[in-house]
């Protein structure tokens, strides 16, 4: 069974936008994905586009973790690459989580009257 045209186009700009990370090709391939997206919901769940949606989501948490000094060393042993790049994002996504956590907890609303 051949592969549908969105799907083609939708695996080639997920490629490309990886690719081009941080440059303007590589913002325009996400542009397009998203009007896939738009005009076919059920991209979001092709793998190629799911898998981009992952890595952005993880490079999104690294750019905000070093914004903010949170560490980003670690050591993450799974079962395979995957395994080991989900217990990395789970322990980002923890880590963000404390640091909010403690920014709320320093502000003058959140003190306790003496």
Not at 68 to 77: M, S, V
């Amino acid at each position: 069974m051949t592969e549908s045209k969105w799907k083609r186009k939708a695996r080639a700009l997920s490629r490309l936008a990886e690719n081009q990370r941080g440059k303007p090709e590589g913002d325009l391939a996400r542009q397009k994905l998203l009007e896939i997206i738009n005009a076919h919901p059920e991209a979001k769940d092709y793998e190629p586009v799911k898998e981009l949606i992952r890595r952005d989501l993880a490079m999104k948490d690294v750019m905000t973790m070093k914004k903010r000094g949170i560490p980003l060393e670690g050591d993450w042993t799974g079962r395979n690459l995957f395994e080991a790049i989900a217990l990395m994002e789970t322990d980002y996504k923890r880590r963000i989580a404390e640091a909010d956590d403690c920014e709320r907890l320093a502000t003058p609303a959140a003190q306790l009257p003496a």
